[in-house]
């Protein structure tokens, strides 16, 4: 972690600001505005597409392309693993990658607080750009908006990302079909746990990192060699692996059945879960993703999966049934069966 | 890790399974005391692996549950008009008061904060002199040595802008109000684990003799709750009633002698209102006259109007176990997790909140 900040900072030296919080003026399109991007910002994200320095940006995007948008506020912005700046460039990336398309274009808006310390600014929009690099898209257009003190919570993100279909892919809720096979490529749970361990009031001492990543490269790769036998993927991040099933159980009225025991789960992270009273299937993920995919090709799409470096912990966790539409059922380690619902809201943790 | 697994083992637990139902011969009303072993029992699927003859009733040991709609509206009170910071802990947020949840008071601008920990709520204390800090001190006997420390430690530190809302309640003597109750239909006791680690088992033997009844200390994985229930069986199948203690690995007899002291020197015993049940002699815990300045009860001018419990919610018909939830005319239809009419379709310890996942499982899962 130390190391690779470093390695960073050297890459990317902030450059000499003459300011070291960010002001109102900042936000406003004005002179500040304009010394603040000039001061460095575009030309951390340089490329041809932002340089023309336009409104929008001017793209050349054949056939058929996937769109998608997320914003993100995430507490506390630096946590153990990454901060907000890559996890809103993973976050659309494996939106996209989930649409099974190629990420190419983001846009990238700032809504900043008053206040926010040009150094922490700084690392996020290097952590940005080192997180693009990885998953080989580019920022092609902004906008920066500051905020009041206290009307903001240091720097929330907006990014939206346009992207090319696979060829191979044709991945929708009607293709899921009885016997169908569910796949998670790795550990559930972690991402939520690394954040937990941070928050205010709640520090406890562990070796949990969040798995923030982009995940195209590997979907893509799974593309490549299964295209149609796979019928759907879905990255599960808020709500965790529980709620992201429902919901492709209402939405495409099928049955689900999953089994708790073939469930991936640190050691550390699932007794994080047990102390705090929360159950990890509905603690979020950043790395993970479900691919439903035909039962023939299952054993082997699992195999691929595992010789990939973000499929080391894959798991067939389960399967599309006739049985019970619109629920899942989870058959826990006991033996016994329960269904898994949407929360109402947060987890909240229990009193004893 | 492994500690969890043992505890989970499935084959230990078919084991357990074929005991119970070898030895069972008439039908049994067991009721596990406690909100965290219902959860467990729903959790892990295990209400449909027990034979038929055996019915689980959820009884009242669900902190959130029954805790009173007055003391709700006085926190929501006290978070709202009195500009403090109201602490508590998570379960409580969702907990409908007579107009509003803690949960809502916080999206409309009202400071309350989840903790874990009442010590946490003393030093956010320490660090915002200038502001008061109300810590909801609610939950049974398992909780209330934590929140009697915190009165300890403010008192230590010289903290006096921290005080508590009590709403401690104790577990023997609400299940004597369900022994005592005309319609009871409970033959033996699950008694809850976590309380007897902290009061010892002793306070459970008058209750064995003078009512005749099957009592088993029981814990909460799923092999602690049918090693509970096996016992429990053999004991009605025998015809004996007498109190067994299945959690000794955690349970001493005696207790846990400093944490009892603490309670003794902070708390007082005296009557408690139930949510849901009514007002149960000596069922809870008070602040002591020496720490009477901690009481956020006394500390503030709280005025509100007396409450009245919606007459839908059958929650004291289901605390006490004489309805099922899913025989409740409003359950899954007005009342659901996400819009409950009572405390016991909100927390994941409540009866109604575990049986609306659960009644779904009945109907669509072939048994």
């Known amino acids: 972690m130390t190391q690779q900040k470093i390695s960073m900072q050297l890459q990317c030296p902030m450059p000499a600001f003459d300011f070291d919080v960010i002001t109102l003026g900042h936000g406003s399109g004005g002179l500040l505005t304009r010394k603040l991007l000039e001061s460095g910002v575009f030309e951390i994200f340089n490329n041809p597409f932002l340089n023309e320095k336009h409104d929008g940006a001017y793209l050349n995007l054949p056939g058929n392309c996937a769109f998608t948008t997320d914003s993100f506020v995430v507490s506390p912005i630096f946590f153990p693993g990454g901060n907000i700046g890559e996890l809103a460039v993973n976050g659309t990336v494996n939106d996209l990658a989930m649409c099974g398309a190629i990420p190419k274009y983001l846009s990238l808006s700032f809504i900043l607080e008053e206040g926010l310390r040009m150094e922490e600014f700084w690392e996020i929009l290097v952590s940005i750009k080192t997180a693009c690099q990885k998953a080989g898209v580019h920022i092609v257009t902004g906008d920066t908006k500051v905020v009041e003190k206290g009307k903001g919570d240091k720097i929330f993100i907006n990014t939206s990302g346009i992207g090319q279909l696979h060829p191979a892919s044709s991945i929708r809720l009607n293709r899921i079909k009885a016997g169908d096979k569910i796949i998670l490529n790795g550990n559930i749970a972690t991402h939520g746990i690394a954040i937990m361990s941070v928050r205010e009031g709640l520090t406890f001492e562990s070796d949990i990192i969040s798995d923030t990543m982009a995940l195209n490269e590997t979907v893509m790769a799974l593309l490549d060699e299964f295209g149609q036998q796979i019928h759907f993927l879905r990255d599960p991040t808020r709500g965790g692996v529980a709620t992201t099933l429902s919901e492709i159980a209402r939405d495409g009225g099928v049955g689900i059945e999953i089994v708790e025991k073939y469930l991936p789960i640190d050691e550390q992270v699932a007794g994080a879960c047990e102390i705090l009273g929360l159950d990890p299937v509905y603690v979020a993920n950043e790395g993970v993703f479900i691919s439903i995919v035909d039962e023939k090709i299952a054993d082997k799409y699992l195999t691929t999966l595992k010789g990939l470096e973000q499929g080391k912990n894959a798991a067939i966790i389960g399967e599309v049934v006739i049985a019970h539409p619109k629920q899942v059922v989870l058959t826990s380690k006991i033996g016994g069966k329960r269904v898994v619902n949407m929360l109402a809201g947060d987890q909240l943790p229990r009193i004893c | ?367």
Request: net charge neutral.
């Open chain 2, 1 to 367: 890790m492994k500690y969890l697994s043992e505890f989970r083992d499935p084959e230990l637990a078919g084991q357990y399974l074929n005991e119970i139902k070898s030895i069972v011969r008439k039908p049994w009303t067991i009721m596990e005391v406690c909100g965290g072993q219902t959860h467990s029992l729903v959790k892990n699927g295990l209400l449909i692996m027990l034979p038929d003859e055996i019915r689980m009733v959820h009884g009242p040991g669900c902190p959130v549950c029954v805790t009173p709609l007055n003391l709700i509206d006085k926190a929501i009170f006290l978070a709202e008009e009195r500009n403090l910071i109201l602490c508590s802990f998570g379960d409580m947020l969702r907990v409908p008061g007579s107009k509003k949840s803690l949960l809502q008071s916080k999206a409309k601008g009202a400071d309350v904060r989840i903790m874990y920990s009442p010590l946490d709520a003393v030093k956010l204390a320490k660090e915002n002199p200038d502001k008061e800090v109300v810590f909801f001190a609610v939950g049974f006997e398992t909780t209330a040595p934590a929140n009697a420390l915190s009165v300890i430690q403010a008192e230590q530190q010289g903290v006096n802008n921290y005080s508590i809302l009590t709403s401690h309640v104790l577990v023997p003597p609400a299940m004597e109000a369900v022994l005592n109750d005309e319609q009871n239909v409970i033959q033996a006791f699950l008694a809850a684990g976590h309380v007897c680690t902290i009061m010892g088992i002793s306070e459970y033997y008058p209750i064995v003799e003078k009512y005749k009844v099957p009592i088993v200390v029981t814990g909460f994985e799923p092999l602690d709750l049918l090693q509970g229930i096996l016992m429990a069986v053999r004991q009605l199948e025998n015809g004996e009633y007498k109190l067994e203690n299945q959690y000794s690995r955690v349970v001493k007899a005696e207790g846990n002698a400093a944490a009892i002291k603490l309670l003794r020197k902070v708390f007082e015993v005296e009557d408690r209102e139930w949510r849901g049940i009514g007002t149960i002699p000596a069922s809870g815990f008070e602040l002591q006259k020496n720490y009477r300045r901690y009481d956020a009860n006394l500390k503030f001018d709280i005025q509100i109007e007396k409450a009245i419990e919606s007459k839908e919610c059958m929650a004291g018909q289901v605390l006490k176990g004489l309805m099922r939830p899913h025989e409740c005319p409003q359950f899954g239809k007005k009342c659901t997790p996400s819009s409950p009419l009572g405390a016991p379709m909100v927390s994941s310890e409540g009866a109604c909140a575990a049986y609306y996942h659960f009644s779904q499982a009945l109907e669509t899962t072939p048994a």
